[in-house]
């Protein structure tokens, strides 16, 4: 079974510019979430997809991130404009049920923002 | 809210030594904890999970058993290899109404093994 897929790997942009990444979860799994990782702390979620319907987007920064499901599988996060703040790797996880109750994640983006 | 809170790092042994990474938490409820591994370059890896009092999790030699008395889950490994060297990450997902599945971490543990 081939597992969460993300690209790409790694990115460096300029303050202010625009970035995306993509997600492609387990097939079949209708849960996705994106969770931000800074270095030296524990991931933290950023907006959770049920199907292609947004469950819970509460610490995403709407002022500059956007994130969208269409059809229900592939998932694409945007940052405009980037800060030297958004600098971080990029988690994808997808789980089979809401409850979140097993997520896998794939390998992440490693953003860096100069 | 919700937090979970790890021993600080890095945590640096010998191969054969025994590990203990400390976690507590704090939740409403009674939430499901997990404890992830990520190696170099990889991603997020469950690495076991208990999701009520007193029960053990158990995977590759590691476990972890829910305290509830202590609001705690700790890790625990009797003998460590050089493989073992990763980040650790303490979690919990809420369970009680209205939960979405959101997962809380810890800081994360540099476990460094040396030979």
């Not at chain 2, 990520?38 to 158990?58: C, I, N, R, W």
Request: charged content about 20%; overall charge neutral.
């Amino acid at each position: 079974e081939a597992g969460v897929a993300q690209s790409p790997r790694y990115k460096i942009i300029e303050k202010r510019q625009s970035v995306a990444f993509w997600c492609n979860p387990i097939s079949g799994h209708a849960t996705l979430y994106w969770y931000q990782q800074i270095l030296g702390q524990g991931p933290k979620l950023l907006i959770q997809f049920q199907n292609n319907g947004v469950v819970d987007d509460s610490q995403l920064p709407k002022d500059r991130f956007s994130a969208e499901r269409l059809k229900g599988v592939d998932s694409t996060l945007k940052i405009q404009p980037a800060k030297l703040e958004d600098s971080a790797v990029y988690l994808c996880a997808s789980s089979i049920q809401r409850s979140g109750n097993e997520q896998y994640f794939g390998p992440g983006t490693r953003l860096t923002v100069t | 809210g919700d937090s979970v809170t790890q021993m600080e790092g890095p945590v640096t042994l010998s191969e054969e030594a025994c590990l203990t990474i400390n976690c507590t938490y704090t939740a409403t409820g009674y939430p499901s904890l997990f404890w992830y591994v990520q190696y170099p370059g990889e991603g997020l890896q469950l690495l076991l999970k208990a999701t009520k009092a007193d029960d053990k999790g158990s995977n590759k030699g590691f476990e972890a058993t829910y305290r509830k008395e202590t609001t705690s889950f700790h890790l625990e490994k009797g003998s460590v290899q050089v493989s073992d060297s990763a980040v650790y990450f303490c979690a919990l997902l809420a369970t009680g109404s209205g939960n979405t599945g959101k997962l809380i971490f810890g800081q994360g543990t540099t476990l460094q093994v040396k030979p």
